[in-house]
């Protein structure tokens, strides 16, 4: 079965740090793209960043491009968000979703078929 | 980036019925658009990859149609487990962008 399963989430004070965590099991983690994505409270949703499957192609919206990083350890089969500079708007469901498009040399161009139950960041003070 | 308009906004319709949505690019994305359905307090589901290809599993009735800008999601006959919130999202440009949604509610 295929499973993705999101970590880190929790309450952060403005313009603090929070890094998220997607451990995946049931697919050839190395094979496939991933994603994050968010959905603030009562909101639709908001594609935040994407990597490809050697992390060679990388991509962040611009709501959050520089101040959040992608990564993913192929050997762990896990892939991170790691937020900083924190903002009340970054306050979302995150969740973690995977390409359906394998070996792709870039993080876009394919669907994402597979989605985690998220992970909850509040920011506030 | 590119931008995502579905129309309508929302939608009330009966079991039984027709119902198609629409989703505009703000430019030619290709074929790359893909539709997902969410229901309260549950993750996003893919329904259509590709303009038109529909998922693994996901009932006939559901079929996508368009290409370049102009785009369509139809369900052929509503089912009760149907109304949810459906979601175009395009994956042609580097920062991949999604629609606003369509509540589609029972009438």
């Known amino acids: 079965e295929v499973q993705l399963v999101e970590s880190g989430g929790g309450l952060v004070q403005p313009g603090r740090s929070l890094r998220l965590s997607c451990v995946v099991s049931?697919?050839?983690?190395?094979?496939?793209?991933m994603h994050w994505v968010r959905q603030a409270p009562g909101k639709g949703l908001e594609w935040v960043s994407g990597?490809?499957?050697?992390?060679?192609?990388?991509g962040y919206a611009d709501s959050v491009k520089g101040r959040f990083t992608i990564s993913r350890d192929n050997a762990e089969n896990s892939l991170s968000l790691q937020m900083n500079s924190l903002r009340p708007d970054d306050t979302a469901l995150y969740y973690c979703?995977?390409?359906?498009?394998?070996?792709?040399?870039?993080?876009?161009?394919?669907?994402?078929?597979?989605w985690g139950q998220g992970t909850t960041v509040i920011v506030s003070s | 980036d590119i931008q995502m308009t579905q129309s309508p906004s929302s939608l009330s319709a009966s079991v039984g019925d027709r119902v198609t949505i629409t989703c505009r690019a703000s430019?030619?994305?290709?074929?790359?658009l893909n539709w997902y359905q969410q229901k309260p307090g549950k993750t996003p589901k893919l329904l259509v990859h590709?303009?038109?290809s529909l998922q693994s599993g996901v009932p006939s009735r559901f079929s996508g149609s368009g290409s370049g800008t102009d785009f369509t999601l139809t369900i052929s006959s509503l089912q009760p487990e149907d109304f949810a919130t459906y979601y175009c999202q395009q994956s042609y440009s580097f920062g991949i962008t999604f629609g606003q949604g369509t509540r589609l509610e029972i009438k």
């Open positions: 049931g697919f050839r983690f190395d094979d496939y793209a």
């Open positions: 979703t995977k390409g359906h498009r394998a070996s792709s040399s870039y993080y876009n161009y394919c669907a994402m078929d597979v």
């Open positions: 990597i490809n499957w050697n992390s060679e192609s990388v």
């Open positions: 430019q030619s994305i290709s074929f790359y």
């Open positions: 590709s303009a038109h």
